[in-house]
């Protein structure tokens, strides 16, 4: 879309800069009252340190910035529509080449209404950060087709 012409015309090199392309996520019709200016931007009951009230971009944007912080370069694609809950402990050494998605362990039943990174087993419980090869990527696929 026209974000990502933009960025790509942008004066940047890629190699030095911290790129943030947010999309606009999933289906408006879930919030039909929030579609006029977009999920993202609709007011929440929740304030900031200054007291002003916060959308949801603004929380995802705060929580973007203490998940990459140290990475000095790359582009971060995010979705507008989701509001991460991450712990300001939470460590993740990024590498420093490649591609690298964020991905939560969830039940198949999940998945047909989103998008799923398909892994080998995870060691453990898989409750730490890890970094595991991706298998396969499905996009709203059937629970049959995520077996």
Not at 34 to 40: F, I, P, T
């Amino acid at each position: 879309g026209s974000a990502c012409f933009v960025c790509c015309r942008a004066d940047c090199d890629f190699e030095s800069c911290l790129v943030l392309l947010i999309h606009s996520g999933g289906d408006s019709q879930r919030l039909p009252l929030q579609s006029v200016c977009g999920k993202a931007w609709s007011a929440l009951p929740v304030f900031s340190d200054r007291l002003e009230l916060q959308a949801p971009v603004d929380l995802l944007i705060e929580t973007l910035t203490t998940l990459f912080r140290g990475v000095k370069a790359g582009v971060v694609v995010a979705s507008s529509d989701v509001l991460l809950l991450i712990p300001e402990s939470f460590r993740v050494d990024w590498p420093q080449e490649g591609a690298t998605g964020l991905a939560i362990p969830s039940p198949k039943a999940l998945g047909p209404n989103h998008g799923v990174y398909h892994v080998a087993a995870l060691p453990g419980d898989g409750a730490a950060s890890m970094h595991v090869p991706v298998e396969r990527f499905f996009q709203k696929a059937t629970v049959d087709e995520l077996a």
